[in-house]
C-alpha cells in the first residue's frame, strides 16, 4: 500500500531522504509560494545545525534557560506497583515552561533570529506550543503572533494569558471547528503572505519538509541524555522506550537517537478517548488511513471521501486528526508499536504516578504511564523501560478538579 521495502532498513542518518521522504511518508505538500522559503529554510538548518557558534548558543540557552539535562529518575515505587521491569522517568516535567515544547521552541526561534526574521508566527491547540514560542520570542526579543481557535483560547484561557503576559498577540481563529487544525491552517496562509519578513514556528513533528525533520533534531536532546543517564543505572541501552504520541515530537525525541538501536522497543501511545470503537478519540495511527494534511503525506483520521474527522481526547495536547510523518514510516515499517489509553485509563495514569512517586504528570503524558501496565506485562523484572514525563500537571488540574472527585468521603483520601 505504501511502497515500503521491508528489506532495506534505512539508518537514521537516511530519514528523511534528500526530498524529504520517510519511507512513503512526508514531503511537501504545499501552494507553490511556499516551496523557495522551505527550501531556504530546509538550507538554513543543514547550515547552522552544524554551526558552531548556533550549536553553543543554543546549548546554553539549552543549559542556563529551559534547566537542560533534565534528569533520569529511577521511579522505585511505580516499579514495585507495577512487579515489572524497572522503570525509569525522562523528566521532561522539569523543563522550563513545563514541558519539552521549549526545546523545539528555543531552536526555531534562535534559527529565526539568524535568518533575520522579526517576526514569528505560530499556531496552538492547548496554548502549550503557544506558550513555548511566547518565551523564546521575549528571550530573543522577536515578535510573536499566536493563531489559537476560538474554542481552544476558551477552554485554555490560562494559556492565552501566559502568551499575552509575555507580549506575545493571540490571534483567535473562528473557522471550522475553532479548534487546532483551523489554527495551522490560518498561520499557513499567513506564512504564504508574509514569508519574507515572517518565521513559521511550527511545534511538532508535522507539516512539510523540513519541518518534521528539524522539530525532530531539536527534540532529540531528549534521547541523547537518555542514552548518557542510562549508564548512571545500568551497562546497556533500555529494553523500551514509551511516549504518548499527539503530533509525535517527544516520542521521536526519545526514540530517535535510539532508532538504530535495533534491539530497543518503542511504544507510542496514542489518545484513546472514549474507546477507539466509540469514534470519539484521536488515535491517528491506530485507526487510520493515509492521505494528505498540513503540507505532508501522513495517517489522518478521515472519512470515505477524504474529509478529516473530528477528534476527541480528554487532554487538549493529542487531540489532533493527523500525526508526524515518521511516526508513520515506524508503524509501518514495524519499527515501532502504536497502542491508545482511553481518557478513563489516562486518569487512572494521572492517579498512579501521583500515588507511587509524588508526581502529578501532564494529561497527554499520563496517557503513557496508562498504558504501561499493560505494556510491561510480557517484560522480565531484568529488563527495563524510560518513559517520557513529556509535562507536568499544573495546566490540567483546573480540568481535573471537576472529573477527579477526590474528597474526604473517599477513606483512600484522608
Ligand atoms: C504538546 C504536548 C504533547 C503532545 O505533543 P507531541 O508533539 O506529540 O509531543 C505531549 N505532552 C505535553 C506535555 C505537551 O505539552
Given at each position: 500500500m505504501t511502497g515500503f521495502d521491508r528489506h532495506s532498513v534505512p539508518l537514521l542518518r537516511d530519514l528523511p531522504d534528500v526530498r524529504g521522504y520517510f519511507g512513503a511518508y512526508g514531503g511537501r505538500f504545499v501552494p507553490e509560494t511556499l516551496m523557495a522559503p522551505l527550501v531556504e529554510l530546509e538550507a538554513a538548518f543543514r547550515k547552522f545545525r552544524r554551526d558552531l557558534t548556533f550549536r553553543r548558543e543554543l546549548n546554553g540557552f539549552l543549559k542556563n534557560f529551559a534547566g537542560r539535562p533534565t534528569p533520569l529518575l529511577f521511579a522505585e515505587n511505580l516499579t514495585k506497583r507495577l512487579g515489572g521491569p524497572r522503570v525509569y522517568l525522562k523528566r521532561e516535567d522539569l523543563c522550563h515552561t513545563g514541558a519539552h515544547k521549549v526545546n523545539n521552541t528555543l531552536g526555531q526561534c534562535l534559527l529565526a533570529k539568524r535568518l533575520g526574521k522579526k517576526r514569528v508566527i505560530a499556531e496552538t491547540g492547548a496554548g502549550q506550543h503557544g506558550v513555548g514560542t511566547a518565551t523564546a520570542c521575549a528571550l530573543l526579543s522577536l515578535s510573536c503572533e499566536v493563531y489559537m481557535g476560538a474554542e481552544d483560547m476558551e477552554r485554555q484561557a490560562l494559556n492565552v494569558f501566559r502568551m499575552r503576559s509575555m507580549g506575545a498577540k493571540v490571534i483567535p481563529v473562528t473557522s471550522g471547528s475553532r479548534t487546532l487544525k483551523d489554527a495551522i491552517n490560518e498561520a499557513m496562509r499567513d506564512w504564504v503572505t508574509n514569508v519574507q519578513t515572517t518565521f513559521y514556528c511550527i511545534g511538532?513533528?508535522?507539516?512539510?519538509?523540513p519541518y518534521p525533520w528539524m522539530v525532530r533534531e531539536f527534540q532529540s536532546v531528549i534521547g541523547r541524555e537518555v542514552k548518557h543517564q542510562i549508564r548512571d543505572y545500568q551497562t546497556?541501552?533500555?529494553d523500551a522506550l514509551v511516549a504518548c504520541v499527539g503530533g509525535g515530537s517527544n516520542a521521536i525525541g526519545l526514540f530517535a537517537p535510539f532508532y538504530d538501536h535495533k534491539r530497543v522497543k518503542f511504544f507510542g501511545v496514542e489518545a484513546g478517548g472514549e474507546g477507539l470503537r466509540s469514534g470519539r478519540h484521536s488515535a491517528t495511527l491506530c485507526t487510520g488511513r493515509p492521505g494528505v494534511l498540513h503540507g505532508a503525506y501522513t495517517y489522518l483520521m478521515q472519512d470515505d471521501n477524504g474529509q478529516v474527522l473530528g477528534t476527541h481526547s480528554i487532554s487538549a495536547g493529542l487531540d489532533y486528526p493527523a500525526v508526524g510523518p515518521e511516526h508513520a514510516f515506524y508503524k509501518d515499517s514495524g519499527r515501532a508499536t502504536y497502542v491508545a489509553a482511553t481518557d478513563k485509563e489516562a486518569l487512572a495514569g494521572f492517579k498512579l504516578l501521583n500515588e507511587t512517586e509524588g508526581l502529578s504528570a501532564a494529561l497527554e503524558s499520563s496517557h503513557a504511564l496508562g498504558s504501561l501496565p499493560r505494556l510491561v506485562r510480557p517484560m522480565k523484572n531484568s529488563q527495563s523501560v524510560v518513559l517520557c514525563l513529556s509535562g507536568r500537571g499544573d495546566k490540567d488540574m483546573g480540568q481535573l478538579t471537576g472529573i477527579l472527585h477526590l474528597g474526604s468521603s473517599d477513606p483512600k483520601n484522608t
Open positions: 511538532s513533528v508535522v507539516g512539510p519538509h546497556g541501552d533500555p
